[in-house]
């Protein structure tokens, strides 16, 4: 069984919660609590697999059934490279590291180093 994102935000536009599926791009459903558009828009998701079946098509990858490596490539500046590896060196951790926990939003803790054993 596949699984799919589901999310719900209250939209100023439409005065209603909007529920949509990360994995639909521009599938979503308005209702007056976020539980009811989310059931709108699983219905529609539904009822779509449905017509993908039918024609024999694939439907979308699932985010939350993908496995994930931990691994991703970012591009920056040198400056921003440079301030990062710096950053890094004053903490006493790798840039790794140091760039997981900025990437976070999160504080380093004691036994840093440990987290990422």
């Known amino acids: 069984m596949t699984y799919y994102t589901y999310r719900a935000e209250w939209s100023d536009d439409y005065c209603q919660y909007l529920g949509m599926c990360?994995?639909?791009?521009?599938r979503y459903a308005t209702a007056l609590t976020p539980h009811q558009a989310i059931e709108r828009v699983e219905?529609?998701?539904a009822k779509e697999l449905e017509e993908l079946a039918d024609l024999g098509l694939d439907p979308p990858p699932?985010?939350?059934?993908?496995?994930?490596?931990?691994n991703?490539?970012?591009r920056t500046s040198r400056v921003?490279?440079?301030r990062l590896t710096i950053e890094a060196a004053e903490q006493g951790v790798s840039l790794n590291q140091w760039v997981s926990y900025k990437l976070a939003g999160?504080?380093?803790?004691?036994?840093?180093d440990e987290l990422f054993d």
């Open 106 to 112: 999160r504080p380093v803790p004691n036994g840093f």
């Open 72 to 74: 991703f490539a970012v």
């Open 80 to 82: 921003l490279h440079e």
């Open 62 to 70: 699932s985010l939350t059934d993908r496995r994930y490596s931990g």
């Open 22 to 26: 990360l994995e639909f791009k521009g």
């Open 43 to 45: 219905q529609m998701v």
